[in-house]
């Protein structure tokens, strides 16, 4: 048992979220669903022991990586036949500006088996970038990726989902047991392709406050949004934009709660 989280001589750090993917079916299905072009501008989130990095690094003539673990972070600048691909960012993914690897015209493209414990705020760190960025290939807690891709009236419908569809087109690609990755996760995984559009479909006019109606609105998700969002819209005033007060929030589309926020942005004091 506790061989399994020695892998390649590197002993798996919880702390980092260390779930090594040994699987060649998976790893061949990933890097098919990524498929890389030469020239693309490629950053990968975790090389860790480089299970993706070989594969993708094979097909593309330069590949910038982002890993926070010092150890990984050597072994990959002294990888025998990786280290003259990588450009090694030994840094966490959480406080790095990836818009910095983006260049006039040519956006990024980003992917990763991500580290668990941070998967969620990565996911609202990245989506900031999304402008700069033409696609997202992520290995997720199968739970995360049912959360991007919800629609309304989902359980799994919340803020994630309705910030994802904000910036991007939201594809679940594969699913994947615990037995693809050593040590074996807890939890079932699954792979998702994010696809920032081109122009925002509903772009609000300040994001703070698409954030916080968000925000409010699913913190009382039992509640009906005349009750949610009391402080700020009257029931009135939600039916003048054309939204049934009586809706719970899991009910509004994205659509909507960009109306509401746009409303709070063209009614704030001050
Ligand atoms: C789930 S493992 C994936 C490793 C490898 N890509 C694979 O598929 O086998 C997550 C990787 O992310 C790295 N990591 C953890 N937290 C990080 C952070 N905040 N920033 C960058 N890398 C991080 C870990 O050290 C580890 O290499």
């Avoid at 693309?40 to 593309?60: C, H, N, Y």
């Avoid at 009135?236 to 007060?245: A, H, R, S």
Wanted: hydrophobic content about 40%; proline content about 7%; overall charge neutral.
């Amino acid at each position: 048992m506790s061989n399994d989280k020695v892998h390649q001589g590197h002993r798996a750090r919880k702390r980092f979220g260390q779930n090594f993917l040994h699987d060649d079916y998976t790893i061949d299905a990933i890097v098919s669903a990524i498929h890389p072009q030469k020239e693309d501008i490629m950053v990968e989130i975790g090389p860790g022991l480089g299970a993706l990095t070989e594969p993708v690094a094979s097909q593309v003539d330069k590949l910038q990586v982002v890993e926070l673990d010092r150890d990984l972070a050597a072994r990959l600048r002294e990888h025998p036949t990786l280290k003259d691909k990588l450009v090694v960012h030994e840094a966490d993914a959480m406080r790095f500006d990836f818009s910095a690897l983006a260049q006039p015209g040519r956006r990024l493209r980003v992917f990763g088996n991500l580290p668990y414990n941070i998967s969620t705020p990565l996911m609202f760190h990245l989506l900031e970038t999304a402008p700069q960025i033409s696609d997202m290939h992520f290995m997720l807690q199968k739970e995360v990726v049912e959360r991007l891709a919800a629609g309304p009236g989902s359980k799994a419908y919340g803020r994630l989902s309705v910030m994802a569809h904000y910036y991007c087109k939201v594809i679940p690609v594969l699913q994947v047991g615990p037995e693809a990755f050593k040590p074996a996760p807890k939890v079932d995984s699954a792979v998702v392709r994010l696809v920032p559009h081109e122009t925002l479909p509903f772009p609000a006019k300040n994001l703070n406050h698409l954030s916080r109606v968000c925000t409010e609105g699913f913190g009382q998700r039992r509640k009906t949004i005349r009750n949610c969002f009391r402080n700020f819209i009257t029931p009135e005033q939600l039916t003048e934009l054309g939204i049934d007060p009586n809706l719970r929030p899991e009910n509004l589309s994205l659509a909507q709660f960009v109306e509401i926020a746009n409303w709070l942005t063209d009614h704030q004091e001050g």
